[in-house]
């Protein structure tokens, strides 16, 4: 447990209570302003009366709120029905697995898939820290993809999946977030999409498709990869952590693969996660299923409505990060500290290459010093890259926030830079 990966969340969450005054660009949550309380409680009404409507007795509706619940979920049928509405996924109801948010379900898979030391799941690099962890608490080796700048390489992870083969190891499946990554900000190109479902059906290997940032993007978003899924190579992890709200931990996972065991039964892949789903939480609060559930009703299954404001917000946000920085850092200041970064068009990050060791030591010197904080690059790197990066997250904050966070930091950059050249 004294695993580097397994105290990155706790160091994040020390330096913020240790300088609460700092602004900060460390954490990838919703933003607090689109909550009302009330809300929740409209949301369990309203699923309590889609039971009575749909015949359920006053007494099974209690035992629906109040007591354990199907291990594998039980708005199943909700949830596929607003998969079809929103993202053209058209799956039954039995290959879903409603889970305690999407880091569950990730926890489910990988256990599922990876069977003895030579399997390997292969990750994007740099990826979501929850993937890594679930890999050291499972003890899975994983195999990084380096992500150019210009974002995701279908050579690049041919190349790996022959390197990994040729080592005697069998790559199992491939997990990145195809629409604006945490923490790269990065989206796979429609070409790419396409091409990266022809490698999986053709080498035999499943994508673990995680989709958190996309309804709450402005603009239209491209095809999720199960949309577009012909082979059954693709698992998509989903949330409502950031469309509905993160205090549900209500996630899922469309797992509609077929599993053919031992003795020659075939089943789906959903049933073998609900078996190691039943040993780890038992089920998914029913009580978070039901607020979650009449959500959905009330929105007609489309997540995209009920997040279409928090979608202009996010963009606006984003926006106002990057000409913050533009306006503070023109060309040729940056050529000078040696400082660059992407243009996301929607999601929570962006990355920012600095021109110094973007490390722990340097964080805790900006929160103490200049009172903004960020998250160092590195700890999403399992290849160990990313020691001169940071990643901004843009959905907390206020815009006043961001204007001064943003100046902040320049007048950080500007002084490590100096202080960095001068100790070399």
């Not at 069977?115 to 994007?124: G, T, W, Y």
């Not at 429609?190 to 990266?196: E, K, M, T």
């Not at 089920?283 to 929105?299: E, I, K």
């Not at 060309?331 to 490390?359: I, K």
């Amino acid at each position: 447990m004294s695993d580097p990966v397994l105290d990155t969340m706790n160091f994040l969450n020390e330096v913020t209570l240790r300088y609460p005054a700092a602004i900060s660009f460390a954490p990838g949550r919703p933003y607090d302003g689109f909550f009302e309380t009330e809300e929740v409680i409209a949301h369990v009404r309203r699923y309590l009366d889609h039971l009575a409507d749909q015949g359920v007795s006053p007494a099974q509706v209690r035992t629906a709120v109040y007591q354990y619940g199907p291990t594998a979920g039980q708005i199943r049928e909700i949830i596929a029905d607003s998969l079809r509405r929103d993202e053209g996924i058209d799956v039954p109801a039995e290959s879903i697995v409603v889970t305690v948010g999407a880091q569950e379900a990730m926890m489910l898979v990988v256990r599922a898939l990876i069977r003895d030391p030579r399997d390997v799941l292969l990750v994007s690099s740099p990826c979501y820290v929850g993937i890594t962890g679930v890999a050291r608490l499972l003890d899975v080796t994983l195999s990084p993809v380096a992500e150019p700048p210009e974002g995701f390489s279908l050579d690049t992870l041919a190349a790996t999946i022959r390197s990994e083969r040729a080592a005697g190891r069998r790559p199992r499946a491939f997990y990145l977030v195809p629409d604006h990554a945490n923490p790269s900000g990065s989206t796979l190109s429609a070409s790419d999409r396409a091409g990266l479902l022809e490698l999986a059906a053709r080498e035999d290997l499943l994508i673990l498709e995680d989709t958190p940032y996309r309804l709450v993007s402005p603009g239209e978003p491209l095809r999720t990869l199960k949309a577009m899924d012909r082979h059954r190579s693709v698992v998509h992890l989903g949330s409502y952590s950031k469309t509905i709200f993160p205090g549900a931990r209500v996630g899922f996972a469309v797992a509609d693969q077929t599993v053919v065991g031992e003795d020659g039964r075939t089943g789906l892949l959903a049933d073998e996660l609900s078996k190691i789903k039943s040993m780890i939480t038992v089920n998914t609060s029913s009580l978070s299923q039901a607020v979650v559930a009449g959500a959905l009703l009330a929105a007609g299954g489309r997540v995209s409505e009920l997040t279409a404001k928090a979608a202009g917000h996010y963009g606006d946000a984003m926006r106002r990060v990057l000409d913050r920085l533009a306006t503070l850092l023109p060309a040729s200041r940056r050529a000078e500290l040696g400082v660059r970064w992407n243009e996301p068009t929607g999601g929570f990050f962006l990355n920012l290459t600095v021109g110094f060791e973007a490390d722990d030591a340097a964080l805790t010197r900006c929160a103490e010093e200049y009172g903004v904080i960020w998250t160092p690059m590195r700890y999403f790197h399992p290849d160990d890259g990313g020691r001169r990066s940071i990643r901004l997250s843009v959905s907390y904050l206020s815009p006043e926030e961001i204007d001064e966070g943003i100046t902040r930091l320049v007048a950080f950059i500007d002084a490590e830079t100096g202080r960095h050249e001068g100790s070399r």
